[in-house]
Protein backbone atom coordinates (compact mmCIF):
# COMPACT_ATOMS: atom_id res chain seq x y z
CA UNK A 1 0.00 0.00 0.00
CA UNK A 2 1.49 3.41 -0.80
CA UNK A 3 2.47 5.91 1.69
CA UNK A 4 0.56 8.98 2.36
CA UNK A 5 1.55 11.83 0.78
CA UNK A 6 1.17 15.42 3.42
CA UNK A 7 -0.53 18.32 0.95
CA UNK A 8 -1.18 20.91 2.88
CA UNK A 9 -0.92 21.99 7.15
CA UNK A 10 -2.31 24.38 8.98
CA UNK A 11 -2.55 25.71 12.65
CA UNK A 12 -4.89 27.22 14.37
CA UNK A 13 -5.17 29.96 17.02
CA UNK A 14 -4.59 27.90 19.75
CA UNK A 15 -2.13 25.89 18.35
CA UNK A 16 -4.05 22.57 17.36
CA UNK A 17 -1.89 21.10 14.25
CA UNK A 18 -3.97 20.28 11.04
CA UNK A 19 -2.63 18.27 8.10
CA UNK A 20 -4.68 17.36 4.88
CA UNK A 21 -2.98 13.92 3.31
CA UNK A 22 -3.82 11.78 0.66
CA UNK A 23 -2.88 8.17 -0.29
CA UNK A 24 -3.91 7.01 -3.60
CA UNK A 25 -7.70 8.16 -4.18
CA UNK A 26 -7.89 8.24 -0.12
CA UNK A 27 -8.02 11.76 1.64
CA UNK A 28 -8.15 12.56 4.77
CA UNK A 29 -7.62 15.67 7.66
CA UNK A 30 -5.71 15.09 10.84
CA UNK A 31 -6.30 17.08 13.89
CA UNK A 32 -3.46 16.71 16.11
CA UNK A 33 -3.30 12.96 15.21
CA UNK A 34 -6.88 11.99 15.37
CA UNK A 35 -8.65 11.57 12.07
CA UNK A 36 -11.05 14.19 11.78
CA UNK A 37 -12.98 13.84 8.52
CA UNK A 38 -12.04 11.05 5.41
CA UNK A 39 -13.14 10.26 1.89
CA UNK A 40 -13.54 6.68 3.73
CA UNK A 41 -16.38 7.76 5.62
CA UNK A 42 -18.05 10.12 3.90
CA UNK A 43 -21.53 8.57 3.39
CA UNK A 44 -22.35 9.00 7.28
CA UNK A 45 -22.06 12.82 6.24
CA UNK A 46 -24.05 12.46 3.44
CA UNK A 47 -26.27 10.78 5.18
CA UNK A 48 -26.56 13.78 7.79
CA UNK A 49 -27.99 16.13 5.42
CA UNK A 50 -30.31 13.22 3.89
CA UNK A 51 -32.40 12.80 6.75
CA UNK A 52 -32.33 16.33 7.85
CA UNK A 53 -33.87 17.23 4.42
CA UNK A 54 -36.45 14.58 4.20
CA UNK A 55 -38.62 16.97 7.21
CA UNK A 56 -38.27 20.36 4.71
CA UNK A 57 -41.16 21.12 2.92
CA UNK A 58 -40.73 24.74 2.08
CA UNK A 59 -39.29 25.59 -1.40
CA UNK A 60 -37.22 28.36 0.30
CA UNK A 61 -35.76 26.07 3.26
CA UNK A 62 -32.84 27.60 5.18
CA UNK A 63 -29.98 25.81 6.64
CA UNK A 64 -27.20 26.11 9.23
CA UNK A 65 -24.39 23.66 8.86
CA UNK A 66 -21.99 23.76 11.68
CA UNK A 67 -18.57 22.03 10.43
CA UNK A 68 -17.60 21.91 6.67
CA UNK A 69 -15.47 18.87 6.48
CA UNK A 70 -14.79 17.83 2.97
CA UNK A 71 -18.05 18.87 2.12
CA UNK A 72 -19.83 16.14 1.90
CA UNK A 73 -22.78 17.12 3.95
CA UNK A 74 -23.65 20.37 1.90
CA UNK A 75 -23.19 18.63 -1.65
CA UNK A 76 -26.05 16.51 -0.13
CA UNK A 77 -27.85 18.54 1.44
CA UNK A 78 -28.10 20.76 -2.31
CA UNK A 79 -28.60 17.98 -4.17
CA UNK A 80 -32.20 17.77 -2.09
CA UNK A 81 -33.20 20.85 -1.58
CA UNK A 82 -34.25 22.76 -4.69
CA UNK A 83 -33.22 26.09 -6.35
CA UNK A 84 -35.08 28.49 -3.83
CA UNK A 85 -32.94 27.33 -0.65
CA UNK A 86 -30.52 28.84 1.11
CA UNK A 87 -27.42 27.25 3.46
CA UNK A 88 -25.22 29.29 5.63
CA UNK A 89 -22.05 26.87 6.38
CA UNK A 90 -20.34 28.05 9.48
CA UNK A 91 -16.68 26.73 9.47
CA UNK A 92 -14.30 27.63 12.71
CA UNK A 93 -11.15 26.86 10.84
CA UNK A 94 -10.08 28.89 7.50
CA UNK A 95 -7.69 26.60 5.96
CA UNK A 96 -10.11 23.63 5.68
CA UNK A 97 -12.29 27.01 4.08
CA UNK A 98 -9.26 27.44 1.77
CA UNK A 99 -8.56 23.74 0.79
CA UNK A 100 -12.38 23.16 0.29
CA UNK A 101 -12.05 25.83 -2.44
CA UNK A 102 -8.68 24.27 -3.57
CA UNK A 103 -6.88 21.10 -2.96
CA UNK A 104 -10.27 19.15 -2.66
CA UNK A 105 -12.75 20.58 -4.15
CA UNK A 106 -13.46 18.38 -6.72
CA UNK A 107 -14.41 15.33 -3.95
CA UNK A 108 -17.68 16.68 -3.33
CA UNK A 109 -18.18 18.73 -6.44
CA UNK A 110 -17.03 21.83 -6.03
CA UNK A 111 -20.59 23.06 -2.89
CA UNK A 112 -18.85 25.94 -2.00
CA UNK A 113 -19.50 27.44 -5.65
CA UNK A 114 -23.19 26.82 -5.48
CA UNK A 115 -25.35 30.27 -5.23
CA UNK A 116 -27.23 28.68 -2.46
CA UNK A 117 -24.34 28.35 -0.28
CA UNK A 118 -22.83 31.11 1.97
CA UNK A 119 -19.53 30.46 3.81
CA UNK A 120 -18.69 31.94 7.65
CA UNK A 121 -15.03 31.80 9.29
CA UNK A 122 -16.79 31.87 12.77
CA UNK A 123 -17.63 29.96 15.96
CA UNK A 124 -21.40 28.23 15.02
CA UNK A 125 -22.15 29.31 18.78
CA UNK A 126 -22.07 32.63 17.58
CA UNK A 127 -24.49 32.22 14.46
CA UNK A 128 -26.71 30.10 16.62
CA UNK A 129 -26.98 33.02 19.42
CA UNK A 130 -27.69 35.65 16.62
CA UNK A 131 -30.60 34.26 14.60
CA UNK A 132 -33.97 33.64 16.57
CA UNK A 133 -36.54 32.22 14.62
CA UNK A 134 -34.39 31.94 11.30
CA UNK A 135 -33.35 28.33 9.95
CA UNK A 136 -35.69 25.62 8.66
CA UNK A 137 -32.70 22.86 10.16
CA UNK A 138 -29.36 23.07 11.71
CA UNK A 139 -26.89 20.47 11.02
CA UNK A 140 -23.79 19.86 13.44
CA UNK A 141 -20.56 17.95 12.66
CA UNK A 142 -18.19 19.93 14.32
CA UNK A 143 -16.31 17.09 16.23
CA UNK A 144 -16.39 13.63 16.33
CA UNK A 145 -19.39 13.77 18.65
CA UNK A 146 -21.00 14.61 21.73
CA UNK A 147 -18.80 11.99 23.26
CA UNK A 148 -15.39 12.65 21.55
CA UNK A 149 -15.12 16.70 21.14
CA UNK A 150 -12.23 18.08 19.62
CA UNK A 151 -13.14 21.40 20.86
CA UNK A 152 -13.63 21.72 24.15
CA UNK A 153 -15.75 25.14 23.97
CA UNK A 154 -18.11 23.26 21.77
CA UNK A 155 -19.15 20.89 24.81
CA UNK A 156 -22.05 23.37 25.19
CA UNK A 157 -23.98 22.35 21.80
CA UNK A 158 -24.39 19.25 23.15
CA UNK A 159 -25.57 20.48 26.69
CA UNK A 160 -29.30 21.37 27.44
CA UNK A 161 -28.52 24.85 27.34
CA UNK A 162 -26.78 24.20 23.77
CA UNK A 163 -30.17 22.80 23.13
CA UNK A 164 -31.98 25.45 23.88
CA UNK A 165 -30.01 27.86 22.20
CA UNK A 166 -30.26 25.56 18.73
CA UNK A 167 -34.25 25.61 19.27
CA UNK A 168 -34.45 29.38 19.28
CA UNK A 169 -32.88 29.70 16.01
CA UNK A 170 -35.04 27.44 14.67
CA UNK A 171 -38.24 28.51 12.87
CA UNK A 172 -41.36 26.34 13.70
CA UNK A 173 -41.29 22.57 12.65
CA UNK A 174 -37.60 23.05 12.67
CA UNK A 175 -35.23 20.18 12.51
CA UNK A 176 -31.71 19.46 14.19
CA UNK A 177 -29.14 16.62 12.71
CA UNK A 178 -26.09 15.81 14.79
CA UNK A 179 -23.49 13.37 13.53
CA UNK A 180 -21.81 10.93 16.30
CA UNK A 181 -19.59 8.63 16.15
CA UNK A 182 -20.60 6.58 18.73
CA UNK A 183 -24.24 6.79 20.47
CA UNK A 184 -23.98 8.94 23.63
CA UNK A 185 -26.64 8.47 26.61
CA UNK A 186 -25.62 11.61 27.89
CA UNK A 187 -26.19 13.30 24.93
CA UNK A 188 -29.72 11.66 24.82
CA UNK A 189 -30.40 12.70 28.09
CA UNK A 190 -29.78 16.14 27.65
CA UNK A 191 -32.31 15.78 24.14
CA UNK A 192 -34.47 14.70 27.40
CA UNK A 193 -34.45 17.21 29.23
CA UNK A 194 -34.88 20.09 26.52
CA UNK A 195 -38.13 18.63 25.83
CA UNK A 196 -36.94 17.72 22.04
CA UNK A 197 -38.26 14.62 20.22
CA UNK A 198 -35.32 12.84 18.74
CA UNK A 199 -34.79 9.65 16.63
CA UNK A 200 -30.95 7.70 16.22
CA UNK A 201 -30.35 6.59 13.59
CA UNK A 202 -27.23 3.81 12.74
CA UNK A 203 -25.53 4.50 9.79
CA UNK A 204 -22.62 2.57 8.10
CA UNK A 205 -19.62 5.00 7.40
CA UNK A 206 -18.47 3.30 4.07
CA UNK A 207 -21.74 2.25 2.70
CA UNK A 208 -20.81 -1.64 2.74
CA UNK A 209 -21.47 -4.30 5.18
CA UNK A 210 -17.84 -4.11 6.72
CA UNK A 211 -17.39 -0.60 8.26
CA UNK A 212 -18.13 1.36 11.08
CA UNK A 213 -21.68 2.34 12.38
CA UNK A 214 -21.73 6.30 12.87
CA UNK A 215 -24.61 7.99 14.71
CA UNK A 216 -27.15 10.74 13.11
CA UNK A 217 -29.51 12.01 15.56
CA UNK A 218 -32.42 14.03 14.40
CA UNK A 219 -34.41 16.07 16.83
CA UNK A 220 -37.12 18.40 16.70
CA UNK A 221 -38.48 20.56 19.78
CA UNK A 222 -41.49 18.12 21.14
CA UNK A 223 -45.17 18.99 21.32
CA UNK A 224 -45.90 16.26 23.53
CA UNK A 225 -42.78 15.40 25.92
CA UNK A 226 -42.66 12.19 23.83
CA UNK A 227 -38.87 10.64 23.13
CA UNK A 228 -38.15 8.15 20.36
CA UNK A 229 -35.10 6.02 19.52
CA UNK A 230 -34.31 3.26 16.70
Known amino acids: MCEWLELARASTREGDELRLRRREAEF ?12 RSSRSEE ?7 RSLTRARSRMLIGGL ?3 FTVRAALDALG ?8 ELIPAIIDWNRTLIADLARRPLDDGRVTVVNCDVV ?16 VDNGPEAVLYQSNQRLYSVSGLELIKRSLGSHGTVGIWSA ?24 RGGTT ?13 NGDQTSD
Open 211 to 223: GPDHTIYIAQAAA
Open 47 to 53: MLATLVC
Open 69 to 71: GMG
Open 126 to 141: EILASRQRVFDAVLLD
Open 182 to 205: DVSSKFEKAMDAAEMTWKRTPVDA
Open 83 to 90: PEASITVC
Open 28 to 39: EIRFNGWELVST
